[in-house]
């Protein structure tokens, strides 16, 4: 299995980006898959989670700005950012269960992780 996210950079707050997770090695409609972020100096904390159904979970610090989507045909998933701000700015990664585990939002659940791609929020 192989998560391959891109799409970080720089940006002004207020900005937008979209960052894409290409899978190889399983299924997305079969599997959860979530985005992930950790600034310096803090935890990994979930952004977001994208159940094999399809229905979502947000972290309280995004909703209403990110929206994940996922394309079937593609394997990959999508997360468009808006309205970033300077408390963004952390690495973000993908991560895949193959389990379907409950608890959703934990990073003991992820079986597989991304190499992360940062995103910068300039004030």
């Known amino acids: 299995v192989q998560l391959q996210a891109s799409g970080g950079g720089l940006v002004q707050t207020g900005g937008s980006l979209r960052l894409s997770c290409a899978a190889s090695?399983?299924?997305?409609?079969?599997?959860?898959l979530a985005w992930f972020r950790q600034a310096p100096g803090k935890e990994r904390e979930i952004v977001v989670a994208i159940r094999w159904s399809g229905s979502t979970y947000y972290g309280d610090s995004v909703k209403g700005r990110f929206t994940a989507s996922r394309d079937n045909n593609k394997n990959t998933v999508y997360l468009q950012m808006n309205n970033l701000k300077p408390e963004d700015t952390a690495v973000y990664y993908c991560?895949?269960?193959?389990?379907?585990?409950?608890?959703?939002?934990?990073?003991?659940?992820?079986?597989?992780w991304g190499q992360g791609t940062l995103v910068t929020v300039s004030s």
């Open positions: 991560a895949a269960d193959r389990d379907r585990s409950v608890a959703i939002t934990n990073v003991q659940s992820y079986d597989y």
């Open positions: 090695g399983l299924t997305l409609n079969k599997n959860t």
